[in-house]
Nanobody, 124 residues
Framework: QVQLVESGGGLVQAGGSLRLSCAAS????????VGWFRQAPGKERKFVAA????????SYADSVKGRFTISRDNAKSTVYLQMSSLKPEDTAVYYC?????????????????WGQGTQVTVSS
């Protein structure tokens, strides 16, 4: 069973950048697909980006394509979400999630393990 901890959130001005990290422990990290999701106040949790367990497949929500990049470093048991050209509508709590031997799923239900989230606030 894997445990996930997100970090790297904060307050940034529109147009700025942040890099989120999702650090894993307690499992064979290289065998897990990892997804990033976000939830704004009063709204449903939505897919942002994902990377397959093999690292060769990535997927992105249309709203972040060209601005966000997901990557993984199995040696550090960490997945990163590099966010650039941030917009106020990117403001949300960002969660990472893991699925054993999964692909780059966009559906919440595919993921079995979740972190506690990190807040990202983008000011206009």
């Amino acid at each position: 069973q894997v445990q996930l901890v997100e970090s790297g959130g904060g307050l940034v001005q529109a147009g700025g950048s942040l890099r989120l990290s999702c650090a894993a422990s307690g499992g064979t990290f290289s065998g897990y697909a990892v997804g990033w999701f976000r939830q704004a106040p009063g709204k449903e949790r939505k897919f942002v980006a994902a990377v397959s367990w093999s690292g060769d497949i990535t997927s992105y929500a249309d709203s972040v394509k060209g601005r966000f990049t997901i990557s993984r470093d199995n040696a550090k048991s960490t997945v990163y979400l590099q966010m650039s050209s941030l917009k106020p509508e990117d403001t949300a709590v960002y969660y990472c999630a893991a699925d054993w031997r999964g692909s780059a799923w966009s559906r919440l239900g595919e993921y079995d393990y979740w972190g506690q989230g990190t807040q990202v606030t983008v000011s206009s």
